[in-house]
Nanobody
């Protein structure tokens, strides 16, 4: 059974850091692009970051560029999202998702290309 499980969320003060993990089971991680998304109450889901299956290309939303870093450990079947210099506006539920589409002509994948989603982990940035 294909499954994604996020962890690492929590409460952090502004300026602090968190590292989210997305543990993948049921399929080899290197066959999939993995994206991180977030959704705050009353707001639309936002694509935060993505790492490609083929060449490790990365994508970041403008709102997190320079502060967040995505990485993957295929041996551990885990993708990480390192979040630094966190701001109150980063508060949201964070989800990881898997897409098997080729990124040769389009990167990052569209939201509808992601077929498997995790259950989410809450990140709250507050003093």
């Amino acid at each position: 059974q294909v499954q994604l499980v996020e962890s690492g969320g929590g409460l952090v003060q502004p300026g602090g850091s968190l590292r989210l993990s997305c543990a993948v089971s049921g399929f080899p991680l290197d066959l999939y692009n993995i994206g991180w998304f977030r959704q705050a109450p009353g707001k639309e889901r936002e694509g935060v970051s993505c790492i490609s299956r083929s060449d490790g290309r990365t994508y970041y939303a403008e709102s997190v560029k320079g502060r967040f870093s995505i990485s993957r450990d295929n041996a551990e079947n885990t993708v990480y999202l390192q979040m630094n210099t966190l701001k109150p506006e980063d508060t949201a539920t964070y989800y990881c998702a898997a897409s098997s589409v080729s990124t040769r002509y389009r990167f990052p994948p569209a939201v509808f290309d992601y077929k498997t989603w995790g259950q989410g982990t809450q990140v709250t940035v507050s003093s």
